[in-house]
């Protein structure tokens, strides 16, 4: 049962027998020294008051605090469980680092001679992973150990089907973070802001539609499509090049066959005066083309 809380002023207000009322009704237990005195009986009424008050107070507090507390070591306990380990590298040479999760070898980084895509990821002695440069080979192993897929198949040779929204969109983003892609309403744009096209899943098939293609290509797999993505051309100052590209030849006017080569070939020309050690995988790519572009405008 409550009651209500009387102020001195209040009580002031009130005869000695109004007083003598609220005394029973709040069950007070301070005795009061001169029954015949209005004050004795507001300073007995105000005393048990605050004894009550801070009861209540002093208890709320309690459970206040021991529930903070729980709820402080629920955070910790679910913050200890979804925290990724903290991964240490070993350099064994400038082409060799071996990845510990602790004590334990959980892949490596090696170097090979191809021009392209020299960094290697290995896990298990099985290739996992290439790329142009050795900070994305070590993006790749801290994400896939974060979400425990590091050790599975890779993805070209087992990927099972995707079937819902949800996990379709974690495997985009997954490897977008690889190459530090970042996925926007309407496609995935590079790190400066350039739009490269979409990537999708249709009935367990993925595929990969380039920024100004209406077409979509299928792809073997999550990892190659977001993979082509990287290699989308985004010198051409002109984006019509490159919707040109993603048109089969058959449909081009003359004109519009003529822009596209001619497009190309001055880009790779372009591409040609530059050092070699400032050519990116895409730029070789290209120039690995730029012989059956020449032919065709010399034709």
């Known amino acids: 049962m409550t009651y209500i809380i009387y102020s001195q002023q209040q009580l002031q207000l009130k005869s000695i027998a109004r007083l003598k009322q609220i005394y029973n009704e709040i069950a007070c237990t301070v005795e009061v020294s001169d029954k015949r005195c209005k004050d004795s009986w507001i300073s007995a009424i105000v005393n048990y008051q605050s004894s009550k008050i801070q009861k209540v107070t002093s208890t709320a507090l309690d459970e206040q605090a021991l529930a903070q507390a729980e709820l402080d070591n629920y955070i910790a306990d679910q913050a200890q469980a979804i925290a990724p380990e903290e991964l240490t590298t070993l350099e064994i040479s400038f082409y060799d680092h071996e990845i510990y999760c602790g004590k334990e070898l959980i892949a490596s980084i090696t170097s090979d001679d191809d021009l392209t895509q020299p960094w290697v990821v290995m896990v298990d002695g099985k290739e996992k992973f290439r790329a142009n440069t050795w900070a994305r080979c070590h993006r790749f192993i801290q994400w896939h150990h974060q979400d425990s897929t590091l050790n599975e198949a890779t993805p070209a040779a087992t990927e099972t089907p995707c079937t819902t929204e949800n996990v379709i969109m974690a495997h985009i983003f997954n490897e977008c973070q690889n190459y530090g892609f970042e996925i926007l309403g309407d496609g995935i744009y590079n790190n400066n802001g350039v739009k490269l096209g979409q990537v999708g899943c249709t009935n367990g098939n993925w595929w990969v539609k380039r920024r100004y293609s209406v077409q979509q290509q299928y792809s073997n797999s999550v990892y190659d499509a977001v993979r082509s993505l990287s290699m989308v051309d985004t010198s051409l100052a002109e984006p019509v090049h490159e919707y040109l590209q993603d048109q089969p030849l058959e449909q ?48």
Not at 261 to 281: I, M, N, Y
Not at 284 to 289: A, H, I, M, Q, S
């Open 252 to 299: 081009l006017t003359t004109d519009e066959l003529q822009q596209l080569l001619s497009a190309q070939v001055a880009s790779c020309e372009q591409l040609l005066d530059r050092p070699v050690d400032e050519l990116t995988s895409q730029d070789w790519e290209r120039l690995r083309e730029y012989e059956p572009y020449l032919e065709l405008v010399a034709a």
